[in-house]
């Protein structure tokens, strides 16, 4: 197999330095630059816990990357703005998005699916690379069809910049493809403090912890007469995501279509 050709775009974040790690160690694929608008003109090995990482150029934007080095995919950890710009500018120049960032609208998502479509390539938006989380959503979903009667919590380290997170969200898009509607809690109560009752999403709740000590963690709630039923994931580390990121990257190099969730790749 000729090897991927991959550049990572936010490699000193805590994705992205665990993705540096991934591709790094990985036979088949090839790490040839990365994004990173505070580093430009230097090497990845000019920076501390990169020493070992030789001959990876750094360039500051995503439009200086892809005309200096050749690529097949581009790996995003970054911010949803940024990421977006990447995403679109990455297909522009015919290389493949493996986008792990959350946050992106829906507007986003379908102007991406509709380069695809023009340009006839692949790109994956995950907002959860852990094969444990797609397992949690693809539960969640299933038992959304017996029980309507729902309740996500997430909870996240102190660092996270976007609540809901992006797999509260995906988790409630899938259950809502299968669930009776229904708007959760009583239809008289009322908030004393604002925000009491979480985000809601299609008459579901959501609800966001921050924490230091948290990685990723999320619980799904159904309830119905005298029994509840508790479906949760738990990420404890950053490592708990690679496997996810390697498959994706695989897979979008023999892909021509948008994609949105690992579990519509996952066999
Ligand atoms: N899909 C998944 O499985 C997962 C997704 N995430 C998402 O990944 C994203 C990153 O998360 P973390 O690594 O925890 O955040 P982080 O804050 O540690 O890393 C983000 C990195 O992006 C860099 N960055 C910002 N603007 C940039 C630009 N213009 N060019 C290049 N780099 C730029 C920052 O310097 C920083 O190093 C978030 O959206 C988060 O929600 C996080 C964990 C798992
Ligand atoms: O920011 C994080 O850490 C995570 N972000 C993703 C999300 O928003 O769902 C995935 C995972 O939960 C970790």
Do not use: W
């Amino acid at each position: 197999m000729n090897s991927v050709k991959i550049i990572i775009a936010g490699p000193r974040g805590r994705m992205g330095s665990e993705a540096v790690k991934m591709v790094t160690n990985t036979e088949h694929f090839e790490l040839v630059a990365v994004v990173d608008h505070k580093h430009d003109g230097h090497m990845l090995s000019d920076i501390d816990g990169f020493h070992s990482i030789k001959n990876v150029p750094i360039y500051a934007t995503i439009e200086k990357t892809l005309q200096s080095v050749e690529c097949d995919v581009l790996i995003d950890l970054t911010t949803p703005e940024v990421g977006m710009h990447h995403a679109r500018t990455a297909l522009q120049y015919n290389v493949r998005p493996v986008v792990g960032t959350t946050g992106f609208t829906k507007a986003d998502l379908e102007e991406l699916d509709r380069i695809c479509q023009e340009k006839k390539l692949g790109c994956i938006i995950a907002p959860n690379f852990a094969l444990g989380a797609v397992l949690m959503m693809k539960f969640s979903q299933m038992a959304a069809k017996y029980f309507n009667d729902i309740e996500i919590i997430e909870l996240h380290h102190d660092q996270k910049l976007d609540a809901p997170s992006g797999t509260a969200v995906k988790t409630a898009e899938m259950m809502a493809a299968v669930r009776e509607f229904k708007e959760q809690g009583h239809p008289d109560e009322k908030e004393t403090i604002n925000g009491a009752r979480g985000a809601e999403f299609n008459g579901m709740h959501i609800h966001s912890v921050r924490l230091p000590g948290l990685v990723a963690h999320q619980q799904v709630l159904f309830g119905s007469d005298g029994q509840t039923l508790s479906i949760r994931h738990d990420s404890y580390n950053r490592a708990s995501f690679m496997s996810g990121v390697k498959i994706a990257v695989e897979t979008v190099m023999k892909q021509d279509i948008f994609v949105y969730g690992l579990e519509n790749i996952l066999e």
